[in-house]
C-alpha cells in the first residue's frame, strides 16, 4: 500500500478586504501564480491546487517543479498537514518532518537551544527523545555558543542551519522540503548536500519542491510537473523531457 496518496486534492485560497476588480486587473497579465477564480465583494479566491492525484511509495524520492506561484508550496503545506484540501483526499501513513515554513515554531526571542526543543515538539518528537539529539544538532550546525543566544541575534543561513539541523535528525518517515538549500553560503550547502544523503538512507519518503532541476535529477526518482495548480505531469523522471517542458512518451499522467 502506497504511504502518500492523493485523491482529486483542490485547495483555494480566499483573500478577504481587498479591492477585487483592480487586483484582477492587475494580474490579468501575469504569466504565473494559481488561477484567480472569481472576484467580487472584496473577495478574491486564487485555485492553488486543482485535481492533484498521485501516490508515493517506500523509497520514492518525488521532485516538485513549476514556475513562481505553481502551487508547489501549498502541495507541501497540505501534505505537512498544515492545509486541509478543499476538496478530496489526502492519506499519509507515516511520521513527516517538514522543512517548509522556516517560522514554523521558531521564536526569535527565545534561543537556539530551547528553539530546537520546540521544533522538536511540533514534529511530534518527545523532550526526551530531542534532548538526545540535541549534542550532534549543535555539533552539525555549527553555530558553536550561538546557540545559547536569541535566534533574533542569527543571520538568515544561521536560522536555516538550524532548521536543516532539526528537520534532518529526527530521522522522519517522510520528509517535505521547500527550496531548502537557499539561504546557506557555499560551505553548507556541501555539508547540506552530505546530510541530505544521509537521510535519504534513513528516510522512506522525500518530497523536495526546487526550481533546480540539476538538484532534482540528482536526488529524486518521480516528478511531479505544476502549471498554475493543475498537475501537468507525474511519472519517472526520466520520463520528463525538462528541456522541452514536455512529457517524453506516451508516459503523461
Ligand atoms: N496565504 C496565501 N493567501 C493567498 N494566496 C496565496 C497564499 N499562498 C499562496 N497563494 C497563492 O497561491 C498560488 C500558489 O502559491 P505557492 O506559494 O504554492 O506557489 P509556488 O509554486 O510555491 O511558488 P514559488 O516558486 O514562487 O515559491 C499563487 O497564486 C499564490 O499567489
Redo the contacts with the bound molecule.
Sequence with gaps: MSLIELTGVNLT???YSVRAQSLRNAIANVA????LLKSGNDIVH?N??NGINFSLNEGDRLG?I????????????VLARVYEPDTGHVRIDGRVSSMIDVSLGVDYELTGRENLINMGRIRGYSTKQILQKIPEIVEFTDLGQFIDLPIKTYSAGMVTRLIFGVATSLEPDILLM??WIGAGDKFFVEKATNRLNEVLNKSRIIVL?T?SWSLMSSLCNKVLV?N??RQVFFGDIADWDEANNEPRSKAFG
Excluded: F, M, P, Q
Design positions: 485560497y480566499r483573500i504565473v501564480g494559481g488561477r486564487v492553488a491546487l516538485i513549476g514556475h513562481n506561484g505553481a502551487g508547489k508550496t501549498t502541495l507541501l503545506k521547500d527550496e519542491a526550481h505544476l498554475a495548480g
